[in-house]
């Protein structure tokens, strides 16, 4: 287990740069920008469309690379829990509002809540399109090596904003590490049993407090050695790595991307209920 591991339902950020940088598949030597504008490109797509046959063929898709790039399918679904309840705690009431056939009706004493079929729809649809994009970050993450993806990041945003996500991404891993030491400090003396709601979650508050102090503290130790070593002097933290162009084969990706982007687009609303 690495020390940053919280829960095997929280993304290991350990795993996840080990990945990215032992990794030597084919998808590991495409270019940084081309699975970056990918990421766009699909973020856009699933903005976009309400299509459930797109959304399904489109994540299929997502899935089938993340397998052939050897990354660890057991874990992406595990790791699914985070998006999973994100959107069921989004959406979870809007479902029971919205108009359609009926397919459940809740007799409450107030209100009587009805779950219709487009109620149904809307959830599954808001679910793909939250998996679709959390599994192609994961995919384009490990497969970027660090010195790749801190390079975008110092090119990609100005300064001040290029310094902090520089400064944020390295010290998230303290922090996690952190949280992970203090809940194998609690599971090992029963903490991790079953107790009542109130005596859980005084304890999750306790430990979410103590990282918050102990985040401070660390946070100025770490810009004290930093200033300590000519930061402060230097004026910035650069990531100046070469980072390899996508050639004509990435661009040629990106621009079947944009054209199947325009065709679903353009073929999606003629077709019935599951192209709404």
């Known amino acids: 287990m690495a020390t940053a591991m919280?829960?095997?339902?929280i993304p290991d950020l350990d795993l996840i740069t080990?990945?990215?940088e032992r990794q030597n598949s084919l998808f590991s030597r495409v270019s940084p920008w081309t699975k970056f504008f990918m990421l766009i490109l699909i973020v856009l797509m699933i903005t976009?469309?309400?299509?459930?046959?797109?959304?399904?063929?489109l994540y299929a898709l997502?899935?089938?690379?993340?397998?052939?790039?050897?990354?660890?399918?057991?874990?992406?679904?595990?790791?699914?829990?985070?998006?999973?309840?994100?959107?069921?705690?989004?959406?979870?009431?809007?479902?029971?509002?919205e108009p359609g056939t009926v397919v459940l009706t809740i007799p409450l004493p107030v209100i009587p809540l009805t779950l219709t079929d487009n109620g149904i729809l809307l959830v599954v649809t808001l679910l793909l399109k939250a998996l679709i994009s959390f599994s192609f970050s994961l995919f384009f993450l490990m497969t970027t090596r660090y010195?790749?993806?801190?390079?975008?990041?110092?090119?990609?945003f100005p300064e001040p904003l290029d310094q902090i996500f520089l400064m944020a991404y390295r010290f998230l891993f303290l922090t996690l590490a952190m949280t992970g030491s203090m809940f194998k400090a609690i599971w090992s003396r029963g903490g991790g049993l079953i107790h009542s709601i109130q005596v859980q979650g005084r304890i999750f508050a306790e430990v979410a407090g103590l990282v918050f102090i102990r985040s401070f503290e660390r946070a100025e130790r770490v810009h004290k050695a930093m200033i300590a070593r000519g930061y402060h002097g230097a004026g910035s933290y650069s990531a100046r790595t070469n980072i390899p162009s996508p050639g004509i084969a990435g661009y040629g990706i990106l621009a079947l991307a944009t054209l199947a982007i325009v065709i679903t687009e353009g073929v999606a609303p003629h077709y019935g209920v599951l192209f709404p």
């Open 18 to 20: 080990s990945y990215a």
């Open 48 to 57: 976009l469309t309400r299509s459930l046959v797109i959304l399904t063929t």
């Open 62 to 97: 997502i899935l089938l690379v993340y397998w052939l790039a050897g990354l660890p399918v057991k874990k992406l679904f595990q790791w699914y829990t985070m998006p999973v309840v994100f959107v069921i705690t989004l959406v979870g009431i809007l479902a029971w509002t």
């Open 6 to 9: 919280i829960s095997e339902h």
């Open 147 to 156: 010195d790749y993806f801190s390079g975008m990041i110092y090119r990609l």
